[in-house]
């Protein structure tokens, strides 16, 4: 049964950084490409970053492209999200999901206010 854990999120100032962290089981984790999504109350749920699952590829939302990383290590069953250069319009929940769907995770809310 997959189970997706995310964590790190707080409050943060404009220009600053965090780490989310995306802890997971019940499935093999190496085999499988996974997601960062973020969700604004009242607008529906943003692809942020996927990663290939060895994590030799990445992509990201136009709208984080330079500031945010995507990593994963396979041998703890964690994905990363590393985010720099925060903006007030990065606050959000943002979750870990897979690539191919299912399973949504409780989320970490981020919050980027001075």
């Known amino acids: 049964q997959v189970h997706l854990v995310e964590s790190g999120g707080g409050l943060v100032q404009p220009g600053g950084s965090l780490r989310l962290s995306c802890a997971a089981s019940?499935?093999?984790?190496?085999?499988?490409?996974m997601t960062w999504y973020r969700q604004v109350p009242g607008k529906e749920r943003e692809l942020v970053a996927t990663?290939?699952?060895?994590?030799?590829?990445?992509n990201y939302a136009e709208s984080v492209e330079g500031r945010f990383t995507i990593s994963r290590d396979n041998a703890k069953n964690t994905m990363y999200l590393q985010m720099n250069s925060l903006k007030p319009d990065d606050t959000a929940v943002y979750y870990c999901?897979?690539?191919?769907?299912?399973?949504w995770g409780q989320g970490t809310q981020v919050t980027v206010s001075s």
């Open positions: 019940g499935f093999t984790f190496s085999m499988y490409a």
């Open positions: 990663i290939s699952s060895s994590g030799g590829s990445t």
């Open positions: 999901r897979l690539a191919s769907g299912g399973y």
